[in-house]
Antibody, heavy 123, light 108 residues
């Protein structure tokens, strides 16, 4: 079954750290770029970070740059998001998503999403 | 910065046509994508590359593009279409992803 399953969410105090995982199954994980997208309670979708299929290309939203690190282990079919110096505004459901690129253009979209894991930053 | 603008809400009666717009300067050069999200669920892709429909998405969902505005059209709206809809695109070099603020479709 083709799926993504996130884990690692929970309640964490401000300025602490948390690592999220996303386990992929049913497809060739190492062939796909992957992203993290989050959604604060009652709010819209907010892109967080991307990583290329081989881990060599990474980028982050300005709001998390310098605090979050995206990585992957293709031998374990797993995507990670290391979140440091967490803030209240990082409270959200975090989704991992698989990317499909468009030939000939720097454009892509998300064709497979996990169910998300909730991160709550609160003292 | 790169922004996509959607109306916060659209309301239609069952059987009518719903149109949800998404505007942004970069849409004249980049494709737009549309996602449907129902409460408590992950988003689902309903339109890609402005107007293509993934397999399994009903034919009543269609997309179009004109200049800096893209439009998601749902013809013959059904109660099950009530959801939040988000447009998405990328910057000109594919390093950033941007979502519109989302539109809540209410089926009255």
């Amino acid at each position: 079954q083709v799926q993504l399953v996130e884990s690692g969410g929970g309640v964490v105090q401000p300025e602490r750290s948390l690592r999220l995982s996303c386990a992929a199954s049913g497809f060739t994980f190492r062939s796909y770029d992957m992203h993290w997208v989050r959604q604060a309670p009652g709010k819209g979708l907010d892109w967080v970070a991307l990583i290329g299929y081989d881990g060599s290309n990474k980028n982050y939203a300005d709001s998390v740059k310098g605090r979050f690190t995206i990585s992957r282990d293709n031998s374990k079919n797993t995507l990670y998001l290391q979140m440091n110096s967490l803030r209240a505004e990082d409270t959200a459901i975090y989704y991992c998503a698989r990317v499909i690129g468009v030939a000939g253009r720097p454009s892509y979209y998300f064709d497979l999403w996990g169910r998300g894991t909730l991160v709550t930053v609160s003292s | 910065s790169y922004e996509l603008t959607q109306p916060p809400s659209v309301s239609v009666s069952p059987g009518q046509t719903a149109r949800i717009t998404c505007s942004g300067d970069a849409l004249s050069k980049q494709y737009a994508y549309w996602y449907q999200q129902k409460p408590g669920q992950a988003p689902v892709l309903v339109i890609y590359k402005d107007s293509e429909r993934p397999s399994g998405i009903p034919e009543r969902f269609s997309g179009s593009s004109s200049g800096t505005t893209v439009t998601l059209t749902i013809s013959g709206v059904q109660a099950e279409d009530e959801a939040d809809y988000y447009c998405q695109s990328t910057d000109n070099i594919g390093l950033y992803v941007v979502f519109g603020g989302g539109t809540k479709l209410s089926v009255l």
